[in-house]
C-alpha cells in the first residue's frame, strides 16, 4: 500500500513538472532519441534557454504542450506538423514573421501549395540544395555542366540569387532587372559606357546562362556562333590571303597559316579582338564601326 502510494506521488511529480523538461527536451528525448540526436547544435535547441516573440522555444515552442501526448502516447494529442495545416505554418510564422511577408501568397511556392516543412527539416541541419533539387532536378543538373557557379562546391547556394519566399520573377533577390543582382557580384560589367552593346544593357541572360552550361564563361552558344546570332562576319572572313612574305614594318613576315589566315582569323573568337564586349570608355578607331568596335 506504501509502495502504491509513493509511485502515485512520483507520478504526479513527474507530471507537474514535464513542461519544464520538455522545454529543453529532456523528456522527449526519452522516446524520440533519434530526433534528439539529429537536434545536436541545431538552431532551434540553441536558442532554447531563450523566448522569441513572447513564447517559448525549443520542443515546447513548436510541438507545444506535451502532457497529454506523454500520457496517452497519441500523436494526434500533439502538434506533430505531419497534416501540413495552417496551423502548422502558424507554428513558423510565429517566430519567422517576416518570411511570411504579403508576397509569399502570390509566390510560385504559395501557389504550388508547400508548406514550411515541405523545404524545411525542423530536426536537422540539412543542406538548402538538398531541399531545392528534390523539385528542380533540371536545374541542378545544370551544375554539373563544364562550366557553371560554384554552387556544388559550396561557395554560393541557391538562395544566393533566390528567395524561396519571394513573389518576382523566378523569386530573384531583386525588384529590379536581374541585370542588378548579376553586378552584385560582376561590378565591373556594369557601366554605364560610353560605347555599350546593347544586349547587354538589356539582359545578362540574352548571352549567358546562370546556372551552367557546356561553352565557357556560361555563355548561351560557343564563339563565332553566339555573336552570329545579331551580327554578320566580317568580310575578311571569305578573302584569301596574300600568297607568300609580307612585308610589314620593312620585315618581311610569313604567315603560318598560308593563305587561309583571313579565313581563321576572322571566323574564330570575336572576343579576340573585341575584347570590351560589354562596353568600353575607348573608342574602337575603326571607320565602318564608328568607334563601337570595343576592341579596347
Known amino acids: 500500500m506504501k509502495r502504491s502510494i509513493l509511485l502515485a506521488m512520483v507520478a504526479v511529480a513527474c507530471v507537474l513538472t514535464l513542461p519544464a523538461f520538455a522545454e529543453d527536451g529532456l523528456v522527449c528525448a526519452d522516446c524520440h532519441d533519434e530526433v534528439a540526436a539529429g537536434m545536436k547544435n541545431q538552431i532551434h535547441m540553441r536558442i532554447q534557454p531563450?523566448?522569441?516573440?513572447?513564447?517559448?522555444?525549443g520542443c515546447v515552442g513548436c510541438h507545444g504542450d506535451g502532457v497529454a501526448h506523454m500520457e496517452e502516447g497519441?500523436?494526434?494529442l500533439i502538434r506533430n506538423f505531419d497534416n501540413e495545416s495552417a496551423d502548422d505554418a502558424q507554428a513558423c510564422v510565429e517566430c519567422h514573421a517576416e518570411k511570411n511577408q504579403p508576397e509569399w501568397a502570390a509566390?510560385?511556392?504559395?501557389m504550388e501549395g508547400l508548406a514550411c516543412t515541405d523545404c524545411h527539416d525542423i530536426h536537422s541541419r540539412n543542406n538548402p540544395l538538398n531541399s531545392c533539387k528534390s523539385c528542380h532536378a533540371d536545374v541542378y543538373t545544370e551544375f554539373m555542366m563544364p562550366n557553371h557557379h560554384?554552387?556544388?562546391?559550396?561557395k554560393m547556394s541557391c538562395s544566393s540569387c533566390h528567395d524561396p519566399h519571394l513573389a518576382t520573377e523566378m523569386q530573384l533577390r531583386t525588384h529590379t532587372?536581374?541585370?542588378?543582382?548579376?553586378?552584385?557580384?560582376?561590378?565591373?560589367?556594369?557601366?554605364?559606357?560610353?560605347?555599350?552593346?546593347?544586349?547587354?544593357?538589356?539582359?545578362?541572360?540574352?548571352?549567358?546562362?546562370?546556372?551552367?552550361?557546356?561553352?565557357?564563361?556560361?555563355?548561351?552558344?560557343?564563339?563565332p556562333m553566339l555573336c552570329l546570332q545579331c551580327h554578320e562576319l566580317h568580310f575578311h572572313a571569305g578573302l584569301l590571303s596574300p600568297d607568300g612574305p609580307?612585308?610589314?614594318?620593312?620585315?618581311?613576315?610569313?604567315?603560318?597559316?598560308?593563305?587561309?589566315?583571313?579565313?581563321?582569323?576572322?571566323?574564330?573568337?570575336?572576343?579576340?579582338?573585341?575584347?570590351?564586349?560589354?562596353?568600353?570608355?575607348?573608342?574602337?578607331?575603326?571607320?565602318p564601326g564608328g568607334g563601337h568596335g570595343m576592341v579596347r
Not at 531563450?50 to 522555444?57: A, G, I, L, W
Not at 560554384?150 to 559550396?154: C, D, N, R, S, Y
Open 50 to 57: 531563450f523566448e522569441v516573440n513572447d513564447r517559448e522555444v
Open 74 to 76: 497519441d500523436p494526434t
Open 107 to 110: 509566390s510560385t511556392h504559395a
Open 150 to 154: 560554384p554552387v556544388l562546391e559550396g
Open 177 to 223: 532587372r536581374a541585370n542588378d543582382l548579376c553586378y552584385t557580384c560582376h561590378q565591373d560589367k556594369e557601366g554605364p559606357f560610353i560605347f555599350e552593346h546593347v544586349p547587354v544593357v538589356e539582359d545578362c541572360s540574352l548571352c549567358h546562362l546562370p546556372h551552367g552550361s557546356v561553352a565557357e564563361a556560361l555563355l548561351t552558344a560557343s564563339e
Open 246 to 287: 609580307i612585308d610589314v614594318g620593312g620585315t618581311e613576315r610569313e604567315s603560318p597559316w598560308g593563305e587561309h589566315s583571313m579565313n581563321l582569323g576572322f571566323t574564330s573568337r570575336c572576343s579576340q579582338c573585341h575584347s570590351q564586349i560589354h562596353g568600353t570608355d575607348l573608342p574602337s578607331q575603326t571607320v
